[in-house]
């Protein structure tokens, strides 16, 4: 009887040992899966962080370029649109003809200078002052701007705005990015279709998506979208800076600015600024 009793506490405690190195093992074999889980995560912040990082730097040396452009050309400029005064001032009998290759003259050289001042604003470095801003009120009054283009062009209005903290920034930048990415969103449905504006708070910054139904871009256009003069529109109709300026002024202030997109369907930029 002592030999089985012997038999009987060793094969419990074999029992017993085997069951705490199942149980060892089934969480090591989670612990392994969770540092698994956490290296991908962490991999894939650090690949989005070096994404922005180079972003960041191409657009600070495209900046340098674009600023030294912009006055090199707009001292000619400058010249040609005074020649143009005085040619009207010494020809006042101008001809039907003649007056109309004036007024299309004058009218590029606006445009040029209007590109230059884009070009300008996307290189500067900013030192202007920061004040709070209500995000849903710079919003909602930047939309009464471009409400009669919305009805205009059949795009219906969907504001979901939670109420959030103000930010840091200067109004009038921010005027700039809403106006920029909301008047993107409208061009992007010529046929018409639904403009959703979402604010919310997430992780102390105040998050602001701006989607639309349009023709979406392309997976090749997707991540060349901030890049400067980058376009799909008509010669003529746009300079591709509207969202290089915005994630210029976005990167003042610390925040970041992503896009989402699928042919077809619609694009989302989504932006995320540190609450004040």
């Not at 009218?107 to 470095?125: A, K, P």
């Not at 998506?209 to 023709?215: H, L």
């Not at 010669?235 to 210029?248: C, D, F, K, R, S």
Request: charged share 30%; glycine share 8%.
């Amino acid at each position: 009887l002592y030999t089985v009793a012997q038999e009987a506490a060793v094969a419990f405690e074999n029992a017993k040992l085997y069951g705490e190195i199942e149980e060892a093992k089934i969480k090591l074999q989670n612990w392994g899966e969770e540092l698994e889980r956490k290296v991908k995560e962490k991999t894939e912040e650090l690949e989005r962080s070096q994404a922005l990082v180079l972003q960041s730097e191409k657009l600070a040396g495209l900046g340098q370029l674009a600023a030294g452009v912009a006055h090199e050309i707009r001292n000619p400029l400058g010249i040609i649109a005074t020649s143009m005064y005085y040619l009207n001032e010494i020809l006042p009998e101008k001809r039907k003809e003649v007056k109309k290759h004036f007024h299309i003259v004058e009218s590029e050289i606006d445009r040029c200078q209007v590109i230059i001042n884009n070009l300008l604003e996307f290189s500067r470095t900013s030192d202007i002052e920061v004040e709070p801003v209500d995000v849903n009120g710079l919003l909602n009054m930047t939309l009464s701007l471009v409400e009669k283009d919305l009805f205009g062009h059949d795009i219906r209005l969907i504001k979901k705005m939670e109420t959030v903290p103000k930010i840091k920034a200067n109004l009038d930048e921010m005027k700039q990015v809403f106006l920029n990415l909301i008047l993107n969103a409208t061009q992007a449905m010529p046929k018409g279709g639904e403009l959703r504006i979402i604010t919310s708070t997430h992780n102390n910054k105040v998050r602001i998506k701006v989607s639309d139904t349009g023709m979406g871009i392309s997976k090749e256009n997707l991540d060349k979208v901030f890049n400067p003069f980058f376009t799909t529109k008509e010669p003529g109709e746009g300079t591709g800076l509207g969202l290089a300026i915005v994630h210029t002024i976005i990167g003042r202030y610390g925040g970041t600015i992503r896009v989402k997109s699928e042919e077809e369907k619609g694009t989302t930029f989504t932006t995320e600024l540190s609450v004040l």
